[in-house]
């Protein structure tokens, strides 16, 4: 079983859009949306939600007031300053270290798990798809994308399927990590704006250091082709693989409105470049 995943430097470039149009285009694919901080795969792909798993993270002090003496101790161990001056705990603050429950002379304090978020397992018209949404204030996306590609892995191997498409978090940070782990192919997707190829390098160092294969796609290619030409000589000086570009289609906007996919929608330019980059990934 293979495992692509789709990764962007930042925000907004196209990436889940593309993911959408190569999710109607895979064949016996298991879809995951890795994107746990702000998923919006689910949009375009309408599942069916058949199953969902409670995800659990940090644990969470919880006090008991009837044990509560007030000498004030968990309140001067807390480096957080989640502890009110009538020793009552604030969620938001909470980092869940358990300094608070360890120091408690009486135990009034016990550390218990707090769910964090949801894992849902549904089904979609492209076929099964693994997604997660991270409660607000929650941080723990690393440990959600790796429960979410687990529970990818788990039930393409029991439906026999023979690829994970994966949408993963913009950015460098830990989701994005937990996104790479054990993939065969990383797309990185790039748009030419100023800062295009300052992410664009950041996340291929980050995938390099990792040791996972990349190519690149640059999406809209064509709002600004000096742009354009930069990232490709810098793709060819540096041995990177640029698989596509796509241009800016205006019909891609109308496609999400009416909940379709690029490939759904029409047989634009771009849809056949999508097809196209599509079948150079399964060659990869
Ligand atoms: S350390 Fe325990 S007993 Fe002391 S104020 Fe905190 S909860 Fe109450
Ligand atoms: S668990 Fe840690 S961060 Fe949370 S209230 Fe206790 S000491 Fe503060």
Partial sequence: MKQVLVISGKGGTGKTTLVAGFASLAENAVIADCDVDAPDLHIILQPRIQREIPFYALKAPVKDESRCVEC????????????????????????????????????????????????????????????????????????????????????????????????????????????????????????????????LERILGVAEHFKIKTSVCINKFDINEEKTNEIETFCNENGIHLLGKIPYDSSITRAMIELKTAIEFSSSQTSERVKKIWSEIIKR
């Fill in 72 to 199: 004030g101790r968990c309140r001067d161990v807390c480096r957080f300053n989640a502890i009110d001056e009538g020793f009552n705990i604030i969620d938001l603050r909470c980092e869940g270290c358990g300094a608070c429950a360890f120091i408690c002379p009486t135990d009034a304090i016990e550390m218990i798990d707090r769910e964090a978020g949801r894992i849902y397992i549904s089904r979609t018209r492209f076929g099964p798809f693994v997604h997660a949404q991270l409660k607000i204030g929650e941080e723990a996306s690393g440990k959600l994308v790796t429960e979410v590609k687990r529970k990818a892995k788990e039930l393409a191997e029991r439906e026999k399927r023979e690829l994970i498409l994966i949408d993963g978090s913009p950015g460098i940070g830990c989701p994005v990590i937990a996104s790479l782990s054990g993939v065969d192919l990383a797309l990185i997707v790039t748009e030419p704006t100023v800062s295009g190829i300052h992410d």
